[in-house]
């Protein structure tokens, strides 16, 4: 299966409000993770990304945290705006596969009401 | 600079049926992959090329062979479509030391 999951398929927030979205991991081998934003009918769009000798990354109105401890990662939205609406997906790069590919979530559909 | 692009955006093919699909990118990046989409679903790896002149088989392989034609080119060829392989098909690239994926804009299949 997956090792790397969302707990929300869908978030719903009001406009203004911080979002955040959740990601699991369970490869102790990851040692990059990113954040991407996908609009309907476009491909993903890079937002943010962190390694693993960090806990938190900053970016204009996005942060990602990371927790090892228990594998764990966040993409908190700051400000929500209409155009924040799209699906979120997390994703690892898995050393243990020998290959130099990302590995996706499921994603997550962030639904902005005014 | 138009990043990473794909060609057909759409395509309806019959069972059976072969196509090729094409990915361009004029980043000057080394690494290739293809990834497709289906509903609820994220990513998953078709094959990479690490480089020019080398390919790998990703997590879904099967029914699917690529070819790295250059540096720029990256194309992925069905030869006998299935109905399974409706979904929507992501060319992507990055540098040889950077996992950020720049993605195509992709290419919506749909096999009858």
């Known amino acids: 299966g997956e090792s790397v999951g969302l707990h929300l398929p869908t978030l719903s927030v009001q406009e203004g409000d911080n979002s955040i979205i959740n990601c699991a991991y369970s490869?102790?081998?990851?040692?990059?993770f990113i954040w991407y934003k996908q609009e309907s009918g476009k491909g993903p769009q890079f937002i943010i990304d962190?390694?693993?000798?960090?806990d938190k990354r900053q970016g204009q109105r996005v942060t990602v945290l990371l927790n090892k401890t228990v594998k764990h990662l966040s993409l908190q939205i700051a400000a929500t705006q209409p155009g924040d609406s799209a699906v979120y997906f997390c994703?690892?790069?898995?050393?243990?596969?020998?290959?130099?590919?990302?590995?996706f979530g499921s994603g997550t559909r962030l639904q902005v009401q005014p | 600079n138009a990043g990473v692009t794909q060609t057909p955006k759409f395509q309806v093919l019959k069972t059976g049926q072969s196509m090729t699909l094409q990915c361009a990118q004029d980043?000057?990046?080394?690494?290739m992959y293809w990834y497709r989409q289906d509903p609820g679903m994220g990513l998953r790896l078709i094959y990479y090329?690490?480089?020019?002149?080398?390919?790998d088989k990703g997590e879904v392989p099967n029914g699917y062979n690529v070819s790295r034609l250059n540096k720029r080119e990256f194309s992925l060829r069905l030869e006998s479509a299935a109905p399974s392989q409706t979904s929507v098909y992501f060319c992507?690239?990055?540098?040889?030391?950077?996992?950020?994926?720049?993605f195509g804009s992709g290419t919506q299949l749909s096999v009858l």
């Open positions: 962190i390694r693993s000798n960090m």
């Open positions: 994703a690892e790069n898995r050393k243990d596969t020998g290959r130099r590919a990302l590995t």
């Open positions: 090329s690490a480089s020019e002149g080398t390919t």
């Open positions: 992507a690239t990055t540098t040889e030391y950077n996992e950020k994926l720049f």
């Open positions: 490869n102790s081998a990851s040692d990059y």
């Open positions: 980043m000057n990046h080394n690494s």
